[in-house]
């Protein structure tokens, strides 16, 4: 008479050993995952910061190509290069009409870098109470957002052959430049960025 085997199943030790090792395999795989899509959210910040950075740029570029001859200002000020802001005069030129001047702040509040723009004129009094308004942080236009994450800015002017931190004063008006820069040199600070970035631009206008 033969006599079956008695079919032997899993111990609970084996049951625990090959449950432990699944646990160690999903951890391991579950960090592996998670370091992927760390490094994609954080080049992805840094590529949407690096396409802003450029967009500011080209925008701070366009403003100091565009930048009044103050010859034509009657010695007003055109320019001021502050820590933390810039203000300037530019020309508007739009298609068949004449051109317009315009005051232009940018400023870097709350880590934020934004821009403002006055209404163009043509009236060099009106310019006057347009400046005055910006240089005293009154004006009421709405601000544009250029960057995030923008903890300081740095404005310095071509001037005697050197950078130069902001503009040397006059003494009847201490907001203009004793003479036009030929340069201008935006340093921005960026959250989470150890470099500091630098543009320079020439002033076509002046």
Known sequence: MMHLRSRRGFTLIELLVAISIL?????????????????????????ESTRGMQLAFAQLQSDAEHMANPAALQKRPFLLADTDRMILV?????ENEAAT?????????????????SPGTRDLV?????????????DTTAPVVLQKGVTGMVVQTWETNRWQTGGKPRENNPTALELPPSGLQVALQVQGVSAVMIKSFLLGGL
Do not use: F, H, M
């Open 23 to 47: 646990a160690i395999v999903a951890v391991l795989g579950w960090r592996g995952l998670d370091g992927i899509i760390r490094s994609r959210v954080a080049l992805t910040e840094q590529i």
């Open 90 to 94: 530019r020309n508007v030129y739009r």
């Open 101 to 117: 001047l315009q005051v232009v702040s940018y400023r870097v509040e709350e880590g934020l870098l934004t821009r403002r723009e």
């Open 126 to 138: 009106q310019l006057d109470v347009l400046w005055k308004a910006a240089t005293s942080n009154t």
